[in-house]
């Protein structure tokens, strides 16, 4: 019997994935990628692939990724079920996922496909009745075997038709990963660094971020990227300044750059680096800028120096006073 694993790289995925094939199934794994994803806090992008494929690695499993992020991109802009507390359309994503999987079930030749959801864990996507409508809606309704939860939902067709023993699944709901933190000793499996997986777009202070983005310059996958570093200010409709936060942040904004943006850095003096980006009215806002990048330098003083630089040929240096607490604070995102 061949089956679809859901794999996260998450701890309630990696169990439902030993589960399994201690029984016998051959296993598919998939994984989607999106810059959201916080499986992984290794990964330089985000995303949660390392994790899932270190996972598949160690339990044998073969993976295969999908890049989701164009189909996420459209759903963050109008989710038909909506929204969680912040910017989660959680239910919308679910469904894609599940579309995904029967897309890779019917091409693998699979019978059916299963995840590592627990009934009840999660407040929007993991409710019975949403759990149906995910269901239905993705055209696998009554092939979603949830191996941690089998013994409290009805059973599926996999269990029916006798392909897997239903007393040998589990009956985990709930809120509380006791049980899943005794069944990962029990299985020797001690590297897991998200239990509970995670969505940036679930994070309030993203999702600030995220709607600022919408609402005065669209939304595309670099600079949804760009969101997850550095300190965000919105100087007017379309331009934003993005301050790094550490050497790591300074460095990757200067990724970052395109060929109309400014990158900012301090003269002879440590501090962060910052990059402008969108439509520059008044080179008056290029001091402020500097203004700012002082704010942020610990030796700042009243004559500090900031380079702003175009591209190799183009190159202004300005010798400002760090800007003040409020200033600061009023173009802030968060």
């Known amino acids: 019997?061949?089956?679809?694993?859901?794999?996260?790289?998450?701890?309630?995925?990696?169990?439902?994935?030993?589960?399994?094939?201690?029984?016998?199934?051959?296993?598919?794994?998939?994984?989607?990628?999106?810059?959201?994803?916080?499986?992984?806090?290794k990964n330089k992008d985000g995303s949660c692939h390392h994790q899932a494929s270190k996972v598949a690695q160690e339990l044998g499993v073969k993976l295969l990724l999908v890049d989701t992020t164009n189909e996420i991109l459209e759903i963050i802009k109008n989710p038909k079920h909506g929204y969680g507390s912040n910017m989660n359309p959680c239910i919308d994503c679910r469904i894609l996922l599940f579309k995904k999987a029967k897309e890779l079930m019917q091409k693998e030749g699979a019978s059916f496909v299963f995840t590592g959801e627990v009934l009840g864990q999660r407040p929007m996507s993991q409710k019975?009745?949403?759990?149906?409508?995910?269901?239905?809606?993705?055209?696998?309704?009554?092939?979603?075997?949830?191996?941690?939860?089998?013994?409290?939902?009805?059973?599926?067709i996999p269990e029916k038709e006798g392909w897997i023993e239903r007393d040998k699944l589990l009956a985990i709901n709930g809120r509380s990963r006791t049980e899943q933190f005794a069944l990962a000793k029990e299985f020797g499996i001690n590297d897991y660094p998200c239990p509970g997986g995670g969505c940036l777009l679930a994070d309030p202070e993203y999702s600030l971020r995220l709607k600022d983005l919408i609402r005065h310059e669209g939304l595309n996958a670099p600079d949804a990227r760009l969101l997850k570093i550095g300190r965000h200010f919105r100087l007017a409709s379309r331009l934003k300044l993005v301050v790094g936060r550490d050497e790591t942040e300074n460095n990757q904004l200067g990724m970052f750059k395109n060929n109309d943006d400014l990158l900012f850095s301090p003269y002879n003096l440590a501090g962060p680096s910052a990059l402008l980006r969108g439509d520059i009215e008044d080179n008056s806002i290029l001091e402020f800028c500097a203004g700012i990048v002082a704010h942020y330098c610990d030796k700042a003083t009243d004559n500090t120096e900031i380079i702003c630089k175009k591209n190799e040929l183009q190159e202004y240096k300005f010798i400002v006073a760090p800007q003040v607490e409020e200033k600061v604070a009023a173009y802030r995102i968060n």
């Not at 169990?15 to 051959?26: H, N, P, Q, R, S």
């Not at 055209?139 to 191996?147: D, T, W």
């Open 1 to 41: 019997m061949k089956a679809i694993a859901l794999i996260s790289g998450g701890l309630d995925s990696t169990l439902a994935v030993k589960l399994m094939k201690d029984l016998g199934v051959e296993l598919i794994a998939l994984n989607t990628v999106s810059p959201f994803c916080l499986c992984s806090r």
């Open 128 to 156: 019975l009745r949403t759990m149906m409508l995910i269901e239905k809606e993705s055209g696998l309704e009554g092939l979603v075997l949830r191996p941690l939860s089998a013994k409290v939902l009805e059973p599926t």
